[in-house]
Nanobody, 108 residues
Framework: QVQVLESGGGLVQPGGSLRLSCSVS????????MGWYRQAPGNQRELVAW?????TNYADSVRGRFTISGNNLEMNKMTPEDTAVYYC?????????WGQGTQVTVSS
C-alpha cells in the first residue's frame, strides 16, 4: 500500500523560507506526477505547485517564490497568506495518493 508523508512544516517569520519534503513508500511503480496543495481554515484546498513529466507549474499566488523540485517544495519570501496545511499528492500509474498534511504557519 502506498503511503505518502509530508515533512518540514513549522513556524516561519514573514519573509522567511521553508522546505517541505514528500516521502513515498510502498510503491511498486514509478511516480509520474507530484503536486503540492494547501488548505487554509475556511478555504477550499488549492493546488500550489506540481510537476508532471518534464513540466512544472505554479499557482499565480506563489509563482516566483515557490519552487517544486523532485520531492521537495522550496518556499521563499513567505507571507501570512501562505499559512495553511500543505498536502502532497502523488500519481503512481493511474492512481493518486494523498499524505496527511503538514502545518505551515507564517507569523511574527
Amino acid at each position: 500500500q502506498v503511503q505518502v508523508l509530508e515533512s518540514g512544516g513549522g513556524l516561519v517569520q514573514p519573509g522567511g523560507s521553508l522546505r517541505l519534503s514528500c516521502s513515498v513508500s510502498g510503491s511498486t511503480g514509478r511516480i509520474n506526477a507530484m503536486g503540492w496543495y494547501r488548505q487554509a481554515p475556511g478555504n477550499q484546498r488549492e493546488l500550489v505547485a506540481w510537476w508532471s513529466g518534464g513540466t512544472t507549474n505554479y499557482a499565480d499566488s506563489v509563482r516566483g517564490r515557490f519552487t517544486i523540485s523532485g520531492n521537495n517544495l522550496e518556499m521563499n519570501k513567505m507571507t501570512p497568506e501562505d499559512t495553511a496545511v500543505y498536502y502532497c499528492n502523488v500519481r503512481v500509474g493511474w492512481s493518486r495518493f494523498w499524505g496527511q498534511g503538514t502545518q505551515v504557519t507564517v507569523s511574527s
